[in-house]
């Protein structure tokens, strides 16, 4: 009750703690003058507005709290350093891409905007307010302004220790660590030191920064730490920066490997000659652009990874090119040709302009060309791009997410993107003091998705339709909490309560391990885990936990796991236990090809599964950690470029393994179609080929001196290439794929434009033109599909056969309004319960979740559907409901509803068998699955667990029940029985 009370006092009592958002500032870019040369420069930090924690002499709420050794004795002189909470620091940068935090994301680029950081020297704790300790060890701050302060100490022979989220009037304890060092190497690819290296850190509790120098042998040591762990980036000239995302000060020493930078060079030209131009340049978290006069545009500083880049001038466009940046330099020549642009508005179902939508295009395997934030109501031009298909995505908030397939030709081609708004549930997590909790998840049940809260404790989560849900958040340091609501709904205050509580010491060998992670379970229910690792007094807390009882493990990336613990937590109590930590052995080899020269980039994977996968250095060289000593692990190294030779085994801690790979052969070839033009974008088996002229050089395997591989590339036939090895294997002509043609209109008969034509099976999609008109290609090796057309809410869908001749029309209506009741087995309303269910034509998922009376209303396009009816979501056993939805209203209740019957039903189980029980009589059936998956009403279980099954929910009539092979033809024919509903209701099959 004290607690509450002084959290009311400092409500009055906060001055200016409102001004606690900062502005981001967009990333500096490369100069868009005519240059013909890109190098990155230092980015735009975000300015971290200044947080007063004073509120004068007069009033203010006093902090309070004692600094310790890590024995538990009183450290007297200690330093104390006070910050508000909402102190921005480079702890708290999200990754703009992502929204990660900075320091958790893994892209290359992240890397290099972290080190941007330590090089300005900014982002870091700022004390606003300082104290010593007297003789016992005690502080204090008076005079506060604030409900949440960052208080760290630091002393003579100790390191730092920092507390977050304060709070005035409780009591603080400060255990300052012992002081550490992190002891490692900085080297380039082919492994040699790179002394004058610098390298930074900061540890990822405390926000304040160290640096070392590499000396000779390019060895560093950063000292004078405290709580960890550590991010640590390198850097040095000509290489791209190094990062160790969380490194355990100790004995371990971290190697940090450099990687030289790597320059794009990009000719632009049309008919053959250089030409002016704007070169974009899309990568992972990197986007950049050039602009060349002529001479070839260079973007450098880059990593070696994959990327995409386009170029474009006044009305021409090249169409996109994917490279991967292998060589020190890569030089591509892009060919300008004729291009169009994509104007494209966005609205809603209603026909009125979408909110600051966000556009992205990609090519059609998915890499990013292009992203666009717009203003309401805004026309977004794109372009020029080069002719061909890509796919457009759009994002709005409140809204779904919508993706359409988009044929950009010569010229302009006009686009309506239409997105329906969504079912949102919004509101803000509160800690137990009553302020708000950043940066917690969300955990929406029953669907099972989850989101992350921001800075400010707010949350926003879509969810698939109206209906009750339960939310769920948890923060192992500051409890969890829970509240059911009914969506739509806004304005959720999910507070957070301190509930069951457990303190896990992690140790090994007798030493604290900082670094460590706890995850807590139970079977079927549901995972919690640690919101940050262990500091050096190896104490994970995890507060907030249901009474009840769990399996634990402790978890760290150099040990081995800890033995799973049963433990039992109770509300109000703190339950204290030690998990213990095996230091594991490290499994090392070498990578080669047969001449015995290193292989770099080999993907090197343990079996039986002990460790994540690693890559072999650029002197082949790997190393695993963390594995059992005891065990002997079978190792499978996977590299595009290469084939592994033999079997190699080894046992950590044993003499270096050796495995040796076979270079695959180049092979060079075109790929073009029948009429000799070439195919630009195709697939030989694994490899991705994006080409302006069809030609291609890839590493490809051998089946002993033949050659077989796949060509696939849409709206073509695929071809089967199966011929002696011979470098150059010439044309491979690619048949066009059958095609149907066919139009999209509304209602009136009038045409649609922009619907979205796709089949269950094929490969592609497309939208209808202007005049509502669309070509397809026919999916090849299927006699029957279906195909459907959508637009907004609007659908259509018509089954066909591949004899089907002539045009096909497709009428776009209205969705059906399915509504009802989804009740238990007990007969009882389901609140809050998730149904599952599938499109039969358009393979698109379908989730309904119940209100709290167990009903529900949902809209669905016409057509088939088969949804699930058990607990367990699984295919097999379980009993699905097959459906055919159409109409402007429709009622559909789940379960055994009033007046509904069931039917028991008699069988010898057997693998590959389905029962199926279906509305009316049928006299024969020859293929059930595809006869009957359809049918407009009716129940299915493949594969029954048990010789007595009991399907309930059947309304009164005539039914089917029909038991054979799924798969295959059944011997002697599926066996049919007859029976009404109520009256007769157990059926047997056995003999």
Aim: net charge negative.
């Amino acid at each position: 009750m004290r607690k509450w009370l002084v959290i009311g006092a400092a409500s009055v009592l906060v001055v200016v703690c409102g001004a606690l958002f900062w502005p981001q500032s967009e990333p500096s870019r490369p100069s868009r003058a005519s240059a013909a040369s890109d190098s990155p420069s230092s980015r735009a930090l975000p300015e971290f507005q200044a947080v007063e924690v004073s509120s004068g002499e007069a009033e203010g709420l006093a902090l309070t709290g004692r600094v310790l050794d890590p024995t538990g004795r009183p450290v007297p002189g200690a330093e104390v350093f006070l910050a508000a909470s909402a102190q921005k620091t480079i702890t708290s940068v999200r990754c703009d891409e992502c929204g990660q935090p900075l320091l958790s994301c893994q892209a290359h680029e992240s890397g290099v905007h972290a080190l941007a950081f330590f090089e300005q020297q900014h982002g870091f704790l700022t004390p606003r307010a300082t104290a010593r300790t007297d003789s016992d060890g005690k502080f204090r701050f008076a005079h506060l302004a604030g409900v949440s302060f960052s208080v760290w100490a630091k002393a003579s022979g100790y390191g730092v220790a920092m507390r977050d989220r304060a709070a005035p009037g409780e009591p603080v304890e400060l255990f300052l660590p012992p002081l550490r060092t992190i002891s490692g190497q900085v080297v380039d690819d082919a492994g040699q030191p790179l002394p004058g290296a610098r390298v930074h850190a900061v540890s990822r509790r405390t926000s304040l920064p160290h640096e070392a120098v590499a000396g000779g042998q390019g060895i560093f040591t950063l000292e004078g730490l405290g709580e960890g762990p550590f991010y640590i980036v390198a850097s040095a000239e000509g290489f791209l920066p190094a990062v160790e995302a969380q490194v355990e000060a100790g004995p371990q020493t971290v190697r940090l490997r450099l990687t030289p930078t790597r320059t794009l060079e990009v000719r632009v030209t049309h008919d053959g000659a250089p030409v002016a131009a704007t070169v974009r340049l899309k990568a992972d978290h990197l986007s950049r652009e050039l602009r060349t006069e002529g001479p070839p545009a260079r973007f450098t500083g880059l990593y070696p990874d994959e990327v995409v880049v386009t170029a474009e001038a006044g009305a021409l466009g090249s169409a996109p090119r994917i490279l991967t940046l292998e060589e020190r330099v890569t030089q591509v020549t892009l060919e300008l040709e004729e291009a169009g642009r994509l104007l494209v508005t966005v609205v809603d179902d209603a026909g009125q302009p979408v909110p600051q939508p966000e556009l992205i295009l990609r090519t059609s395997k998915g890499e990013v060309i292009r992203q666009e934030k717009a203003s309401t109501g805004a026309l977004v031009e794109l372009g020029p791009l080069g002719v061909g298909d890509y796919m457009l995505l759009g994002r709005a908030e409140g809204f779904r997410e919508v993706e359409i397939p988009a044929r950009v030709k010569a010229g302009e081609t006009p686009l309506e993107l239409e997105m329906t708004r969504a079912t949102l549930i919004s509101g803000q997590v509160i800690d137990e003091y009553g302020r708000p909790a950043p940066n917690v998840s969300v955990l929406v049940q029953p669907t099972g998705d989850a989101v992350l809260a921001d800075a400010e404790g707010l949350f926003t989560a879509q969810v698939p339709t109206p209906g009750l849900y339960e939310l769920h958040a948890h923060h192992s340091e500051w409890g969890g909490g829970k509240v059911k609501v009914t969506a739509p709904a806004s304005g959720v205050r999910l507070e957070l309560e301190p509930a069951a509580s457990l303190e896990v010491t992690v140790t090994s060998e007798g030493r604290r391990v900082e670094g460590a992670d706890v995850v807590l379970w139970v079977e079927q229910q549901g995972i919690f885990r640690s919101d940050r690792p262990s500091g050096p007094d190896g104490v994970v807390p995890m507060r907030g936990l249901p009474a009840g009882t769990y399996w634990m493990v402790a978890s760290h990336p150099d040990y081995l796991a800890s033995e799973r613990q049963k433990v039992t937590v109770e509300d109000g109590q703190t339950l204290k236990l030690t998990a213990e930590l095996n230091p594991g052995a490290v499994l090392t080899g070498d990578v080669s090809d047969e001449q015995g020269a290193p292989v770099s980039g080999a993907t090197l994977v343990v079996m039986p599964r002990g460790a994540e996968p690693v890559a072999s250095d650029t002197r082949g060289h790997f190393e695993i950690r963390a594995l059992r000593p005891e065990r002997t692990y079978r190792l499978e190294a996977r590299h595009p470029g290469y084939d592994q030779v033999e079997r190699a085994e080894g046992k950590p801690g044993g003499p270096p393994v050796k495995v040796v790979l076979k270079r695959r052969p180049l092979f060079r070839g075109r790929v073009v179609a029948e009429d000799g033009t070439p195919v630009r974008r195709f697939r030989l088996d694994e490899h991705d080929v994006s080409s302006p002229d069809g030609r291609f050089e890839v590493a490809l395997a051998t089946a002993g001196d033949r050659i077989i591989v796949s060509v696939d590339a849409p709206g073509y036939e695929p071809l089967m290439v199966d011929r002696p090895v011979t470098p150059d294997l010439g044309d491979l002509v690619l048949q066009k794929a059958p095609s149907l043609s066919g139009l999209v209109r509304d209602e009136s008969g009038a045409p649609a434009p922009d619907a979205v034509v796709s089949c269950e099976v094929c490969d592609e999609s497309v939208l209808s033109g202007p005049d509502g008109r669309f070509t397809l290609s026919s999916p090849p090796y299927v006699a029957q599909f279906s195909v459907s057309a959508r637009k907004g809410r609007l659908s259509a869908t018509r089954t066909l056969t591949r004899s089907n001749e002539g045009p096909l029309e497709l009428t776009l209506r209205p969705a059906t309004r399915v509504s009802g009741t989804v009740y238990l087995p007990s007969g009882q309303p389901a609140p809050g319960y998730q149904i599952e269910g599938v499109s039969a034509e358009r393979g698109e998922p379908v989730t309904i979740v119940t209100g709290q009376d167990g009903r529900y209303g949902v809209d669905l396009p016409a057509g088939s559907y088969r949804f699930l009816l058990g607990t367990d979501r699984e295919f097999a056993g379980e009993p699905a409901l097959l459906v055919q939805v159409g109409g402007a209203q429709q009622r559909l209740d789940f379960g055994p509803a009033p007046g509904s019957g069931s039917i028991t039903v008699l069988i010898k189980p057997e693998r590959g068998r389905a029962l199926w029980v279906v509305a009316g009589d049928v006299p024969a059936v020859d293929s059930p699955p595809s006869e009957l998956m359809r049918t407009a009403y009716g129940q299915m279980i493949y594969q029954p667990r048990s010789e007595r099954v009991t399907l309930q929910g059947l309304p009164p009539g005539r039914y089917s029940v029909v038991w054979a092979n799924f798969h295959a033809e059944t011997p002697g024919g599926p066996v049919v029985r007859s029976v009404s509903v109520p009256g007769a209701q157990e059926v047997s099959f056995l003999q």
